[in-house]
């Protein structure tokens, strides 16, 4: 855990329901059961480009040296990966 809002859920439980480690998550409770939903940047606020971009900074700013690498990193695998794409 990175900081106490953190979550663990297990790696099979993520990969089953199409999460990644770092994921950010939506808890509600119904009927006494807790629900978990992985929110997407539609339910994060505007898409375009230069609010993303914002609330991506402002979000790197706010985690350890650690988190912020990792996210360097699959950014990077993003991007290279799309390059093949093309």
Partial sequence: Y???????I???LR????????DIVKLTVSSG???VAKVEI???GS???AAVEAFVHAAVKTMGK????????RLLQLAEEGEKDC
């Fill in 47 to 49: 898409q375009d480009p």
């Fill in 66 to 73: 650690n988190k912020q690498l990792a996210l360097a990193s």
């Fill in 10 to 12: 297990p790696k099979e």
């Fill in 2 to 8: 990175n900081s106490p809002s953190d979550i663990l």
């Fill in 42 to 44: 539609v339910e994060a």
């Fill in 33 to 35: 059961r807790l629900n």
């Fill in 15 to 22: 990969k089953r329901a199409d999460m990644e480690s770092g």
